[in-house]
Structure formats: structure tokens, C-alpha cells
């Protein structure tokens, strides 16, 4: 999982500050993108809705910590998540 860190829900609930962690991250066990009511795809690409993920990222893509394009939208997520209302 190289330097990628997992941070607990529960610590996020309660407010623990011990580490700072990125507001967009590598998820691999599926929690993502793909589920959110912010995400939509247009021409092959993966895209984000929301003004803060946009602000911290400096496009509406959703892309890596390293400008590409993410592949595979249900293995990154962030703060800005917000579940999809089917």
C-alpha cells in the first residue's frame, strides 16, 4: 500500500487530530468515488462535482496526487464524500 495510511472513522467521529492526513486519498477497500452523489463520468473520464474537491485540486477531474487521471474511481475517496441518494 506503499505510503498511503488508513485513518479510522471512529478517530474522524471523535475528533482525534493525531495525524494529518490528505482530504483526498487512496481507498482500497472500495469506499469511493464511484458512490457518491458528486461523481459522473463524461467521455471515458472520472469527474467531481463538488467546489471544495475542485479548490483543493484545481479541476473538476478526478486525478492522482500526481496530475493522471484516475482509472478506477472505487479506490480513492475524500472528505468532501457524500453517499448517493438512489
Known amino acids: 500500500m506503499g505510503k498511503n495510511k488508513m485513518i479510522k472513522l471512529v478517530d474522524l467521529l471523535e475528533g482525534k487530530k493525531e495525524e ?12 469511493g468515488c464511484h458512490v457518491c452523489e458528486y461523481y459522473y463520468m463524461k467521455d471515458d473520464k472520472h469527474y467531481c462535482n463538488n467546489k471544495e474537491y475542485q479548490k483543493y485540486k484545481g479541476t473538476n477531474e478526478l486525478v492522482d496526487d500526481k496530475g493522471n487521471q484516475i482509472k478506477d474511481p472505487s479506490k480513492w475517496c475524500s472528505n468532501w464524500f457524500h453517499p448517493k441518494n438512489d
Request: proline share 25%; net charge positive.
Open 20 to 31: 494529518k492526513y490528505p482530504p483526498y486519498m487512496y481507498s482500497p477497500v472500495g469506499f
